[in-house]
């Protein structure tokens, strides 16, 4: 039995997206997560293709630590079915990147953290000094295979969005 031409029409396009997607060019994210006392801790995502921002996300958690997990889908640019998943851990210092159509996966990335700054400050100060602290951390990834021509991957300065490719 052979497959009907909508069949082989449709295996050519995923088979030509894959193909697209996955030899991407330099693909970065960087992530900020602010622990901040007595209200929610707020972390930021954004993801960067070829120099370009594919999305910027936030999630909250209140008393937000190292074993919270979140993950953000995130439409591709140029290819609409296409989506970004990112999931990212331990305070935003782990990160995972693959492309997926739905929720197949058409491929894993292998991602390295280039650069991670932790700061930490008086939140709350009384007459008998600091009572409460707040700290940041801050890193940039990328997916150093695809990150060939000279790209480098830095961080914020301390700021949550930087609007600027890494």
Same mark, same amino acid.
């Given at each position: 039995m052979f497959p009907s031409t909508k069949t082989l029409a449709a295996m050519a396009v995923i088979s030509a997206t894959f193909?697209?997607?996955?030899?991407?060019?330099? *693909?970065?994210? /960087?992530? %900020? #997560?602010? $622990?901040?006392?007595?209200? =929610?801790d707020v972390i +930021?995502?954004? #993801?960067?293709?070829?120099?370009?921002? *594919?999305?910027s996300e936030r999630a909250s958690a209140f008393f937000a630590d190292n074993e919270d997990f979140y993950q953000w889908d995130c439409p591709? !640019?140029?290819?609409?079915? *296409?989506?970004? /998943?990112?999931? +990212?851990?331990? $305070?935003?210092?782990? #990160?995972?990147?693959? +492309?997926?159509?739905?929720?197949?996966? !058409?491929?894993? %990335?292998?991602v390295e953290n280039k650069? +991670? =700054?932790? $700061?930490?400050?008086?939140?709350a100060w009384t007459d008998n000094g600091c009572k409460a602290r707040a700290s940041s951390y801050e890193s940039c990834h990328w997916i150093s295979s695809v990150c060939t021509n000279g790209e480098t991957c830095n !961080?914020?300065?301390? /700021?949550?969005?930087c609007d600027t490719p890494p």
């Open positions: 193909a697209r997607v996955t030899e991407a060019q330099c *693909v970065a994210a /960087r992530t %900020y #997560l602010h $622990n901040r006392p007595f209200i =929610d +930021t995502m954004e #993801l960067w293709h070829s120099g370009r921002k *594919v999305c591709d !640019l140029d290819e609409p079915r *296409v989506s970004w /998943r990112v999931k +990212t851990w331990e $305070n935003g210092q782990q #990160l995972e990147i693959s +492309t997926m159509i739905g929720e197949q996966e !058409l491929k894993a %990335y292998d650069d +991670t =700054d932790y $700061n930490d400050w008086c939140d !961080l914020c300065d301390g /700021r949550a969005v």
